[in-house]
């Protein structure tokens, strides 16, 4: 079962292998770096929430949930907004087609829990 999950990220973390592969002689660890901590606080910490909230979901749903995060900015998430009309992160597409967007931690995991037939 995959969770698509879709939030901007910071370019410190890893891009499909394509992006990796351009930027790889272009932008190196110590430049990321740099560009993170030019970032907002408020949207490094909105990222952090993020990375708990996956870690939780994996602890509760275990290895059959597999979590797929994905940048709006790529072709890919610029693809998935448009199709599912996604104008706020972040965004939660369940394997069923339907969305949990923004911070509804209750509305996701009883969706997930709903698609599992798992009780809490």
Known sequence: MQLQVLMPIPTVFRHCLVCEALSAGIVGDLARQEMVGEYPAEFLE????????INELTLRFGPALKVRVIDPQSPEGLWKCLRYGIRRYPAFILPDGR???GWEWDALEGALRE??????
């Open 46 to 53: 909105e990222c952090d929430r993020l990375m708990r909230w």
């Open 99 to 101: 969305k949990v967007v």
């Open 115 to 120: 698609i599992t037939g798992s009780s809490p």
